[in-house]
């Protein structure tokens, strides 16, 4: 119910919740909770809430749902895109795989290098999705302007 709750801020897109979505994000100990704070504050489009998804993103010591939610949510914020770009090579492939997610919807050219490496050698799964590699792939291709469905059509 909270994740519910936290999610609804988001949309509601009231610029006041700005700072208590950030203060659960950072602090508060459930890391479902600070996943849907990440989640919600995606739905804003400030500078606040982009740096904090971006601290998350690069926190080694976070919960890798939480930072693969930050991924996730960086999607269209192109002062993102140097951190997104680190975290294709991260430890966690729920990172690696959202990472790959922002930089395919956000049409990252210069990441297809990395796109296409994942592309080629990543197998492992993220649970409930596929492989990092597919998703890499559909990147690619998204990136290029081939693919318009999702990689669960292929």
């Known amino acids: 119910m909270r994740g519910e709750a936290l999610r609804s801020l988001g949309a509601l897109r009231d610029g006041r919740t700005t700072s ?10 459930d890391p479902d909770s600070r996943k849907f704070a990440a989640y919600a504050l995606g739905s804003f489009d400030s500078p606040r809430a982009t740096a904090a998804l971006r601290e998350v993103l690069v926190d080694q010591s976070e919960q890798p749902a939480v930072r693969g939610m930050a991924a996730e949510q960086l999607v269209f914020q192109s002062t993102a895109i140097p951190d997104l770009m680190t ?3 991260d430890a966690s492939r729920e990172v690696r795989f959202w990472s790959a997610y922002a930089l395919g919807g956000g049409r990252v050219r210069e990441a297809l290098p990395a796109l296409r490496q994942l592309a080629a050698t990543d ?5 409930g999705w596929w492989s990092v590699a597919r998703e890499a792939r559909w ?3 998204t990136i290029e302007g081939g693919w318009t469905e999702s990689p669960e059509s292929s």
Do not use: D
Not at 20 to 29: S, Y
Not at 123 to 127: E, H, Y
């Open 123 to 127: 197998r492992s799964r993220v649970r």
């Open 20 to 29: 208590r979505l950030i203060k659960v994000l950072r602090t508060h100990p």
């Open 139 to 141: 990147a690619i291709a």
């Open 87 to 89: 975290s294709l090579g």
